[in-house]
């Protein structure tokens, strides 16, 4: 089986190459990486016009491979991705999907923690959608740890970890669950320690939910 995966920076790819195989061994992963679509989506604060053609256009590509699943790994063009995945004539998944659902099971007040302030609209949306669909009155809190992503890709990897924690343990006392936003937050979990509140973070979740969506 093949899963083709479109990324807009190579930050979560050996994370989610390293998940792969933990979890889904014989599927072949084959990655499209496009590093424009988030400068863009971070210059603009929002998804536009250009960037849904762009994703549009992977997905053709990807239809090409003839994969099993179209993986879409940002949360930043998420919602691109629900315009596009319209044409892809093959199960779908946004890496949040799983997450979000997750934290609706889990409680009625859910913190959402950004490093990138494009990605806090789309993923307070999904939550709230995913809601929806179950039935469940929820309330949405917005923790953005502006920069935060800058940072880690420059390479001040402590530095951003020092930040994120503290907005983690803000949303954690306020809140019945927390969501972490990018997948790039994954590695701080070890750091935390013990935690009063779940914490989530959407890769393990999302690769999870690929072998579901596979039938493996």
């Known amino acids: 089986m093949k899963v083709v995966l479109i990324h807009t920076s190579p930050v979560s790819l050996n994370d989610l190459k390293a998940l792969f195989k933990e979890i889904v061994p014989d599927v072949e992963m084959v990655n499209i990486i496009d590093d424009s679509l988030l400068d863009e989506v971070k210059k603009a604060g929002h998804i536009t016009p250009a960037i849904i053609s762009r994703m549009c256009a992977y997905v053709q590509v990807a239809k090409t491979l003839k994969p099993d699943l179209i993986f879409n790994q940002c949360s930043s063009v998420g919602e691109a991705f629900d315009i596009a995945r319209k044409q892809a004539e093959c199960k779908t998944l946004k890496i949040d999907e799983a997450m979000a659902e997750k934290a609706v099971e889990l409680g009625s007040r859910i913190g959402v923690v950004a490093t990138v302030a494009s ?5 307070c949306n ?3 959608t995913k809601a929806k669909d179950a039935g469940k009155d929820v309330t949405v809190t917005e923790y953005l740890v502006d920069g935060a992503l800058d ?3 420059s390479g001040d990897v402590d530095k951003h970890n020092e930040l994120v924690i503290s907005e983690i343990r803000k949303a954690e006392a306020e809140n019945d669950v927390v ?4 997948g790039s937050m994954t590695a701080i979990l070890p750091l935390l320690g013990e935690t009063k509140k779940p ?3 959407s890769p393990r979740l ?3 939910r690929v072998k579901k969506e596979l039938g493996l």
Not at 119 to 123: M, Q
Not at 179 to 182: D, M, S, Y
């Open 119 to 123: 990605t806090v609209a789309p993923s």
């Open 126 to 128: 999904l939550v709230r």
């Open 206 to 208: 999302a690769v999870e």
């Open 179 to 182: 969501v972490l936003a990018q």
């Open 199 to 201: 914490v989530l973070t």
């Open 151 to 153: 940072i880690l890709m």
